[in-house]
């Protein structure tokens, strides 16, 4: 088993369990050198070729969007595929930084046709008190049809080479799937936002011995935000919003670490660049009466698309929480001390009560969140069940203790 990941610079299974005496973190493989990486791209197989994705072009960025449209990734039931829109791909592969390089796609010689896709962009991570400069690799997808040739292996040595011609030696990815060793898993939650939709599709069950209607009501949400002074994040929010999450992100184990670049790009920019397109980060801050950011929360759309879809509905629009931050979850002049649980619990469940009535007034159908950050203290409470899916978050070529990722286990609160 494994026998392509028991090739690469990843920890064995069971070398960082959560209960074992803490390791030594740091790199597996050290000491590489630019100079000694690979000039050319590994052989591919007969019929196909290397080729660098030009996202930049819009009949490009088109051919990846239909092939992720079409071959990316499902549920187990095979109910569900992710469906990127063109404006979430350029968010999420154009950060500040992002290299034409690491957009790697492969082609049928003949057709032109692209039938694999592998991307990195670079980022700055910082692991317990580490800060490495490493790359996330995203949207590997092999056409259906080219499944199980060990082709994935192939695009991923490949990445890998584009990365370490950078002088990039470490990576985050993130699946669905057991791989060779988890750094932390998380569990996916939803929220339904419009139930009737949601059990029309088949995403959401009737419960034994309910009706629809108790169940709409169950998820009814108002049509107005409680917070006063909760307001659309603009430009000039951005210092404020990066400092606030910078100081909030202290107590957290493995985070990315944001320039206000960064910050622009990740929470304003994308609506910005995209508008002519669709939105697809929607961020709030709150401001109080002496104009001060004491709290901020962001979501993003990612669409999935309904397999098959016999029903009237052909898309499923879901909200992604992502990042968010408030003063109440904060000891400034002790960062790693314990905070006010209370405090921070009610103040983050105002805050998640009103991103829901806000994703319910741009008509997304649900709410998704992981168990991973503070989740924990509001997901039941604003009423999230957990999902099927899991999600494991790996780490390449560094070697890393174990981090607690369910909702119960982490807080250190
Ligand atoms: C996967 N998701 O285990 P072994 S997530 C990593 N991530 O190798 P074949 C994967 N490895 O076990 P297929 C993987 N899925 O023998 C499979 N593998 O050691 C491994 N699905 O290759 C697998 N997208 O080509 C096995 O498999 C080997 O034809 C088998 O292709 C796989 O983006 C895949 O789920 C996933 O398109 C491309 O099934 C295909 O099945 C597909 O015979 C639907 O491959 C879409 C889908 C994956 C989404 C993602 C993150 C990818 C991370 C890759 C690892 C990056 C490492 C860091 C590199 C940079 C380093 C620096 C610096
Ligand atoms: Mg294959």
């Known amino acids: 088993a494994y026998k392509f990941w028991s090739t690469q610079p990843v920890p064995k299974f069971g070398e960082n369990t959560l209960d074992k005496e803490r390791i030594e973190e740091g790199p597996i493989k050290?000491?590489?050198?630019?100079?000694?990486?690979?000039?050319?791209?590994?052989?591919?197989?007969?019929?196909?070729e290397w080729c660098t994705v030009e996202l930049e072009k819009p009949e490009e960025l088109k051919e990846v969007q239909e092939l992720l449209y079409g071959h990316y990734v499902e549920d187990d039931e095979a109910m569900f595929r992710f469906n990127y829109s063109i404006s979430i791909l350029k968010w999420a592969m154009m950060p500040p930084g992002w290299k034409k390089d690491w957009h790697v796609g492969v082609r049928a010689t003949q057709s032109r046709k692209l039938v694999g896709f592998i991307s990195a962009i670079p980022l700055q991570l910082r692991i317990h008190d580490k800060v490495i400069n490493a790359s996330e690799v995203n949207f590997l997808c092999i056409h259906k049809k080219l499944r199980s040739k060990r082709l994935a292996p192939v695009l991923i040595k490949e990445v890998t080479r584009r990365c370490n011609l950078e002088g990039v030696w470490q990576a985050i990815y993130t699946g669905g799937i057991v791989l060779p060793t988890p750094v932390s898993t998380c569990r996916y939650y939803h929220r339904a936002v419009d139930w009737q939709k949601l059990w029309e599709v088949g995403f959401s069950p009737l419960p034994a011995g309910s009706k629809p209607q108790y169940q709409v009501r169950k998820y009814a949400l108002p049509d107005k935000t409680a917070i006063k002074g909760l307001r659309e994040m603009?430009?000039?929010?951005?210092?404020?919003?990066?400092?606030?999450?910078?100081?909030?992100?202290?107590?957290?184990?493995?985070?990315?670490?944001?320039?206000?670049?960064?910050?622009?790009?990740?929470?304003?920019?994308?609506?910005?660049?995209?508008?002519?397109?669709?939105?697809?980060?929607?961020?709030?801050?709150?401001?109080?009466?002496?104009?001060?950011?004491?709290?901020f929360i962001s979501f993003y759309c990612l669409d999935s698309s309904v397999i098959g879809s016999e029903t009237k509905h052909k898309n499923v629009r879901a909200a992604y929480l992502f990042y968010y931050a408030t003063e109440a979850g904060l000891n400034d002049t002790k960062p790693e001390e314990k905070v006010d649980r209370d405090g921070l619990k009610k103040r983050l469940n105002e805050l998640m009560a009103d991103a829901l009535v806000l994703s319910r007034k741009y008509k997304f159908d649900v709410f998704n969140a992981l168990s991973l950050m503070d989740n924990g203290l509001f997901l039941e409470e604003q009423k999230f069940g957990p999902g099927d899916g899991q999600l494991h978050y790996y780490l390449f070529n560094y070697r890393a203790n174990a981090i607690a990722g369910g909702v119960d286990k982490r807080n250190r609160l």
């Open 30 to 48: 050290a000491d590489q050198t630019v100079d000694k990486v690979s000039r050319e791209p590994p052989p591919l197989v007969a019929g196909f």
């Open 234 to 295: 603009q430009e000039k929010d951005i210092d404020a919003v990066h400092s606030l999450l910078t100081r909030y992100l202290k107590r957290y184990e493995l985070v990315a670490d944001f320039t206000k670049e960064d910050i622009t790009h990740w929470l304003v920019h994308a609506k910005k660049v995209d508008q002519l397109d669709e939105q697809v980060v929607w961020s709030y801050v709150v401001e109080d009466e002496h104009k001060n950011i004491t709290d």
